[in-house]
């Protein structure tokens, strides 16, 4: 079964620093993976998706995530922190058309991310 | 455009009471899904509408939760009785296609608290 284990649940660092969010996947099939963000009593929103295309994924307020087979990963990361970027971030995997789930989407526990200032 | 919407926004009830969830997706989605996130968690999917079908309710507590999707457009989510452990956010999103495939839009959640 299709899984993800996101190795730190809390992460700190000072702003301008930067960002390693790390997630590792487990998955029968080639998977998409996703990293969504949670701003406190906000929505979810996407930050990225990977869905077999270029392995480095370019997202939204300058994250980016490297898809690597081998060690079945999916790491965020950012250049430089703003505080902004405070947030609870989670990685996904989905296995579109497996079996009769239709892609459904397997979130990770979350890491809780704080920028210091 | 506008974001997937929910309603109420917080909900308090005590145990064996029941409570009721509204969910409007992003207009032209057919895909709707609602996930129960408990605290610390992430998100885990209770069900998955494509229009006004089900297409997964296996994580669903059958027993005590319901769902419905009549014109293929705004959703209920019901919980008949409730218990202290379905304590939760509820979160509704929408997709035009499969999750595999299409990005899902996440609204807002509502926050219940059964006591």
């Known amino acids: 079964a299709q899984s993800v284990t996101q190795l730190d649940s809390h992460v700190s660092v000072s702003e301008g620093t930067p960002v390693l969010l790390r997630c590792n996947y487990s998955?029968?099939?080639?998977?998409?993976l996703f990293w969504y963000v949670q701003h406190p009593n906000k929505g979810l929103q996407l930050l990225l998706k990977?869905?077999?295309?270029?392995?480095l994924v370019k997202g939204i307020n300058g994250f980016e995530a490297e898809f690597k087979k081998s060690e079945t990963s999916f790491h965020l990361t950012k250049p430089s922190a703003h505080m902004s970027d405070a947030a609870e971030y989670f990685c996904?995997?989905?296995?579109?058309?497996?079996?009769?789930?239709?892609?459904?989407?397997?979130f990770g526990k979350g890491t809780k991310l704080s920028v210091k200032p | 455009e506008a974001g997937v919407a929910q309603s109420p926004r917080y909900k308090i009830i005590e145990k064996r009471q029941s409570v009721a969830f509204w969910c409007n997706p992003i207009?032209?989605?057919?895909?709707l899904y609602w996930y129960q996130q408990i605290l610390g968690q992430g998100p885990k999917l209770l069900i998955q509408?494509?229009?006004?079908?089900?297409?997964?309710d296996s994580q669903l507590p059958k027993d005590r939760f319901s769902a419905e999707r009549l014109k293929g457009v705004d959703s209920t989510l019901k919980i008949q009785p409730a218990k202290l452990e379905d304590s939760a956010v509820y979160l509704c999103?929408?997709?035009?296609?499969?999750?595999?495939?299409?990005?899902?839009?996440f609204g807002p959640g509502t926050r219940l608290l059964v006591l």
């Open positions: 999103a929408s997709s035009l296609g499969l999750a595999g495939l299409e990005t899902q839009y």
């Open positions: 509408f494509q229009n006004n079908g089900v297409v997964d």
């Open positions: 998955s029968s099939y080639s998977p998409s």
């Open positions: 990977y869905t077999s295309a270029a392995t």
């Open positions: 996904v995997v989905s296995d579109p058309g497996y079996g009769g789930s239709q892609g459904n989407l397997i």
């Open positions: 207009s032209g989605h057919a895909t």
